[in-house]
């Protein structure tokens, strides 16, 4: 089945940039999309389209992609952006799947 | 203003079956390209996605969970349901429906709150 891959864990100093990356095979032809996630809340979408940002999402948040491996990048990083983080694509027969998760600790 | 809400029991037993319903308001799901996910998490756990149900009645399932899994729509009162049987302790998460905005790549850009759903005896 198709798998989308994510460090467990990335720690960041506030100020900094946190990079955040997601592989899978299926990456170069289908999009990827990214959530956050804080303790006791629902999913909030930051980014689609592999680099799209919805509106309301900080600047901040952004996102690119290279071969089979998408990366979101916040910048300037806020103790309020620590958060679990998810990436999320599907396969070519529309079946969804998510990535393991991104834990983002700010020091 | 899209909003989507969960229900359905907080405790089932093994082997039973679970019932979910999704309520949403602010579109439509006989609008083209428009669809309703469920997505699930156990606790300390990662997203996992379970279905998709689409405009035109289309659905997709999670491979792993397929034989077990049935989605609906009511359209008129603007719901969705899903059915899962057989439940398992390992069943044990917070269930999330959620909206899916366009064709292509699905992905979920408005979610409900959540509802914990425990599965013991």
């Known amino acids: 089945s198709y798998e989308l891959t994510q460090p467990p864990s990335v720690s960041v100093s506030p100020g900094q940039t946190a990079r955040i990356t997601c592989s899978g095979d299926a990456l170069p032809k289908q999009y990827a999309y990214w959530y956050q996630q804080k303790p006791g809340q629902a999913p909030v979408l930051v980014i689609y389209k592999d680099s799209e940002r919805p509106s309301g999402i900080p600047e901040r948040f952004s996102g690119s992609s290279s071969g089979t491996t998408v990366t979101l990048t916040i910048s300037g990083v806020q103790a309020e952006d620590e958060a679990d983080y998810y990436c999320q694509s599907a396969d070519s027969s529309g079946t969804v799947v998510f990535g393991g998760g991104t834990k983002l600790t700010v020091l | 203003q899209i909003t989507l809400k969960e229900s359905g029991p907080t405790l089932v037993k093994p082997t039973q079956t679970l019932t979910l319903t999704c309520t949403f308001s602010?579109?439509?799901?006989?609008?083209?390209?428009?669809?309703v996910g469920w997505i699930r998490q156990p606790p300390g756990k990662a997203l996992e996605w379970l279905a998709l149900?689409?405009?035109?009645?289309?659905?997709r399932y999670s491979p792993s969970l397929k034989s077990r899994l049935t989605i609906t729509k009511d359209t008129s009162k603007n719901q969705v349901v899903l059915t899962m049987t057989n439940m398992d302790p390992v069943d044990t998460a917070t269930y999330y429906c959620a909206h899916s905005a366009a064709a292509g790549t699905p992905y979920f850009d408005y979610w409900g709150q959540g509802t914990l759903v425990t599965v013991s005896s």
């Open positions: 602010g579109f439509s799901l006989s609008t083209s390209g428009v669809g």
């Open positions: 149900i689409y405009w035109d009645d289309d659905k």
